[in-house]
């Protein structure tokens, strides 16, 4: 076996090496083929291999230049035939995934797709031979292979698309290999503005492999998947955060680094947290477009949906609606969204709610938020204070832990009363706070008492210790006492 | 003062209070360098009677049980008036108890008190001793917290390694395959009515025979003893007393000054935290059978170790019937020499396990 790969390898090489020597010989077997116009010679003719020098034995093995067909596809010439199952993608990869080998043909493109290809999900095996899913010709073909940029390859921008959807579009096809997975992406990408923009003929909109990558495809659950969460804004800001790639368009391209400052983007790419959301959760996946002025409510709603829904209750709603505001973003942003702190209730310079209510021209709200951001500030405090109470306590080695436990309830409201403020009416805010307050500033006064009652066991120690002491003291006087009496009887005795 | 002494009358027809000071005033304590060992049976026993006392305070808070064990300890160490205090004591008291108890074996060994006719004495001796650990084991789970459980767990599967018994012993100790509620149960049984009621009857027997045989005097000691003895009421009893009190100071100063923790409540779920050890005075066993090979002979290396410990636990209980020397009142060394080993031994093993913690 290791001889005939050796002879295989050596035949291969002998194959492609001396690409000028090769182009001058004829490839027989090319030149009958072809007089038989069979398929596959004529799909060969305009192959991008072919162009590049390349003959059928290239694939096939065999000997091109004779002219005998007995002999040229020998054994003893190197011939196997059509390739099947692995062996398709291995005689690829033969020279597809060694760099130096294609250097030497002169191709300085990228390599390693054989590589990519088989740590991919369409690797993954299947049936009773677990041979893999897919090979290369099932995306490139067989004998008409053009390269990517020719917009007549199968794999070109243009046609990419409908080529994953042979399959991925077809729910019986994809039923037998993963049930789970939608297969309505198609439809969905041709409402979106990278869908529409294909459709049109824009080259530099991105199709599946733009995303998904081209030959290392995961399924989005795995951690080195391109379409992982933690790997989206990375594969968004791939083109959207590239300011050349996107000038034609003309919209921004500081989406991801705004992202990364974002309380989701830490949250997602700094603490690890996939509960956060990434670029897909609120424009889409294969549907990708920006949310609309009417529609983001909705967006920030699928995740925040009590703050979205006291928001559409309250009198904010109908007032930014007058005003054409989108709901959410006026007041949080979009892709920087910053952490709602009780700051943005505040009233001073570069406050949120200041911005607008001031004392002057809208004394009711302005009044309203400096009573929840004094609650909001004085539950955060007095939260704070108790834990350090708690903690101190704890070092002294007394046992506090269900007033620790308590205070749970009022960091619970504290982070209800965040949500309360959307209703923007103080009474409902407080409905929600005020219990908080009042647990806090009892934990704070057991935090107090524990830290007390330590002095006291002290004190108390001190004096018991004192007692028990004295009397120590007092029983050895007493012992040596009686000891010295009875000495002296003794000694009075004999 | 009229009522006294005739309440004193009306109890000596009754009980003969007149024979008893007599047989007080009688009764002596040898004397000799090695005296100051006597006290700590009595330090035992004083630990011991804290003990009783806290235990029943601590009874009328705790409640045993999967759901309540835990809960019912915090409700007693942050709500019940001086609850803290009645645990940390009971805790305290406990290890200082195995300490005392340890040293007093230890001195009687070496002594060697235990020669005829002290032989009840010292098997009764031996038996409370072990007993007392049975007591340390069975009451460090009650609380329910996680160092507990996951050291009964340990520590129960020892107990299963033995061979022939283990399966058994295990099911028993456990009340089932695993360390669970009913474990727990059984655990406060054994702690609040089983070893209590062996304890008592074992340490009738060991103060029956002290107060009937009196103390031993160390051979070589006799006669200077003969010369000087120390009259044991009220010389002992107040000297006993003054060592009392010198422990009971340095258990509350122990008791408020490093209050024993309660932890994170057991969750049988939960992945066994690093560093789970036995209490101290189990260490140097746990920590000869880690560094025992996985196979000694045809033994795995923990039955090995665990079935080496039976014999010497039983050789030990017996040894007064080995050491013929020391009945016949002469000085033998190869005892001496035994029990100094078995004292470095422990040391090292114990030491050893608290460096590698």
């Known amino acids: 076996m290791k001889y005939l790969s050796l002879l295989f390898s050596g035949i291969m090489l002998c194959s492609f090496v001396g690409t000028a020597a090769a182009q001058d010989r004829q490839d027989e077997c090319y030149a009958c083929h072809a007089s038989m116009e069979d398929d596959a010679s004529q799909a060969f003719a305009t192959d991008v291999h072919r162009n590049g020098g390349l003959t059928c034995a290239s694939c096939h093995g065999g000997d091109a230049s004779l002219d005998d067909m007995d002999e040229g596809m020998s054994s003893a010439r190197g011939f196997k035939g059509v390739p099947a199952g692995k062996a398709i993608s291995a005689t690829c990869g033969g020279c597809h995934d060694d760099k130096e080998r294609m250097g030497a043909l002169g191709f300085d493109g990228t390599t390693g797709q054989l590589t990519a290809l088989r740590n991919s999900a369409h690797s993954r095996g299947s049936g009773a031979t677990a041979s893999p899913l897919m090979e290369c010709t099932h995306c490139h073909g067989a004998h008409g292979i053009r390269p990517a940029r020719d917009p007549a390859s199968r794999v070109s921008r243009r046609n990419v698309v409908a080529l994953c959807s042979s399959c991925h579009d077809n729910p019986r096809y994809m039923q037998q290999y993963n049930p789970s997975l939608p297969t309505d992406q198609l439809a969905k990408y041709r409402t979106s503005v990278h869908g529409q923009r294909n459709a049109r003929g824009d080259s530099r909109a991105a199709a599946c492999p733009d995303c998904h990558m081209a030959h290392e495809i995961r399924p989005a659950s795995a951690a080195s998947s391109s379409v992982n969460a933690m790997n989206i804004p990375m594969t968004c800001g791939k083109c959207h955060g590239d300011a050349k790639y996107m000038e034609p368009y003309g919209i921004p391209t500081n989406q991801l680094a705004l992202f990364r400052g974002s309380v989701h983007g830490k949250s997602l790419l700094e603490k690890r947290d996939v509960s956060a959301p990434s670029c897909n959760d609120c424009h889409g996946n294969h549907g990708a477009a920006p949310p609309n002025v009417e529609s983001i409510g909705n967006v920030c709603g699928t995740c925040h949906a009590l703050n979205a829904e006291l928001f559409r209750a309250s009198r904010h709603a109908v007032e930014f609606e007058k005003a054409g505001y989108p709901e959410c973003e006026t007041c949080h942003g979009n892709h920087d969204v910053r952490p709602a702190t009780a700051e943005l209730l505040a009233l001073g310079a570069g406050s949120l709610c200041g911005s607008c209510h001031s004392t002057e021209n809208a004394p009711e709200g302005f009044r309203a938020a400096k009573v929840m951001h004094v609650l909001l500030d004085s539950l955060r405090n007095t939260v704070a204070l108790a834990e350090r109470r708690i903690d101190d306590a704890e070092q002294k080695g007394m046992e506090i832990e269900d007033v620790r436990f308590s205070l749970r309830d009022a960091r619970q409201a504290r982070l209800q009363a965040r949500t309360a403020v959307h209703a923007f009416s103080v009474e409902k805010f407080s409905e929600v706070l005020d219990p908080g307050l009042l647990i806090a500033r009892q934990a704070l006064i057991d935090a107090e008492a524990a830290n007390d009652d330590y002095y006291f066991r002290r004190s108390g120690l001190a004096i018991a210790t004192l007692i028990i002491t004295v009397t120590v003291i007092l029983l050895f006087l007493y012992i040596r006492r009686i000891e010295q009496q009875q000495r002296s009887r003794k000694q009075a005795v004999s | ?357």
């Not at chain 2, 001793?129 to 459980?149: C, D, H, K, V």
């Not at chain 2, 410990?309 to 009945?327: C, E």
């Open chain 2, 1 to 357: 003062m009229e009522l006294f002494t005739s309440l004193r009358g009306w109890l000596d027809e009754r009980v003969d209070l007149e024979g008893l000071a007599a047989l007080a005033r009688k009764k002596t304590v040898p004397s000799h360098r090695h005296s100051i060992w006597y006290y700590f049976g009595g330090v035992t026993l004083f630990l011991f009677i804290i003990q009783v006392c806290s235990g029943i305070l601590l009874l009328f808070y705790y409640r045993p049980g999967e759901d309540t064990a835990f809960e019912s300890i915090r409700f007693l160490m942050s709500k019940v008036q001086f609850g803290w205090l009645m645990r940390s004591i009971h805790s305290w008291s406990a290890n200082l108890m195995v300490l005392a108890a340890a040293i007093h074996m230890f001195s009687v060994f070496l002594t060697k008190a235990y020669r005829k006719p002290r032989e009840i004495t010292w098997v009764s001796g031996v038996l409370l001793f072990y007993l007392t650990l049975a007591f340390g084991f069975s009451g460090y789970l009650l609380p329910w917290n996680e160092l507990a459980f996951f050291a009964t767990k340990v520590g129960t599967d020892i107990a299963g390694s033995v061979p022939f018994v283990g399966g058994a012993m295990l099911e028993l100790l456990r009340g089932g395959e695993q360390v669970t509620g009913a474990t727990l149960s059984r655990f406060f049984g054994f702690h609040v009515a089983l070893f209590p009621a062996i304890f008592t009857v074992l340490l009738a027997v060991h103060l029956i025979m002290v107060q009937r045989q009196g103390m031993s005097t160390p051979i070589g000691h006799e006669k200077s003893s003969e010369e000087t003895p120390m009259p044991f009421f009220p010389n002992f009893v107040l000297r006993d007393v003054l060592l009392w009190l010198i422990v009971l100071n340095i258990l509350a100063v122990l008791a408020v000054f490093f209050p024993w923790e309660l932890g994170v409540k057991a969750d049988p779920f939960a992945a066994a935290p690093a560093g789970i050890t036995p209490e101290w005075y189990f260490l140097f066993m746990f920590q000869v059978l880690k560094l025992l090979p996985s196979h000694v002979l045809f033994l795995e290396g923990e039955v090995f170790g665990v079935l080496v410990f039976g014999i010497a636990m039983a050789l030990w209980t017996v040894i007064p019937f080995f050491d013929r020397k020391s009945q016949r009142g002469q000085q033998g060394r190869f005892f001496t020499y035994v029990g100094i080993a078995v004292i470095v031994f422990i040391l090292f093993f114990t030491i050893l396990g608290w460096v590698m913690l």
